[in-house]
């Protein structure tokens, strides 16, 4: 099965100029947890509510400083010629619940655990993406 078949094809973007408060409520509106960050089509990075907590909030960020102070930039992005398995894979090694699909630049979609998880519940690639992802991060050793 490929990507198309399970991600959301109509996706909400922001600019990178919006505001923290705008984006957690555009957030609360669309009851989603990320919101893909782009300009003239071309994608930037993305926002999550946990981003707006540690690097907004709990950082002294204003509410109405820009998303692009605090996105995540460094993104891991799938292709609409993916599979499935592929998409949960690379979400799995990475620890990462949200997927980007991206094709030249833009965005065209995003594929997220629970995708992955209602596509088929008895799926094995579910069940490992599910165990990876959710793996406790190890401790610093200094």
Not at 21 to 27: D, F, G, S, Y
Not at 65 to 89: F, H, K, Q, Y
Request: with cysteine.
């Amino acid at each position: 099965m490929k990507v198309p078949e399970i991600m959301t094809a109509d996706v909400e973007t922001c600019s990178p100029d919006a505001t923290l408060q705008e984006v957690a409520i555009r957030m609360l509106e669309l009851d989603v947890g990320s919101i893909p960050v782009s300009d003239d089509d071309k994608l930037h990075g993305i926002i999550t509510d946990r981003d707006i907590v540690t690097r907004g909030i709990a950082a002294q960020f204003a509410l109405d400083t820009p998303v692009s102070r605090i996105l995540s930039s460094d993104m891991i992005t799938g292709t609409p010629d993916m599979d499935v398995e592929d998409a949960a894979s690379l979400m799995a090694s990475n620890q990462i619940r949200r997927l980007p699909i991206v094709e030249n630049d833009k965005v065209v979609g995003i594929v997220s655990l629970g995708d992955i998880a209602v596509k088929d519940p008895s799926d094995e690639d579910a069940e490992i993406a599910l165990e990876d992802i959710s793996e406790p991060a190890k401790p610093n050793k200094e």
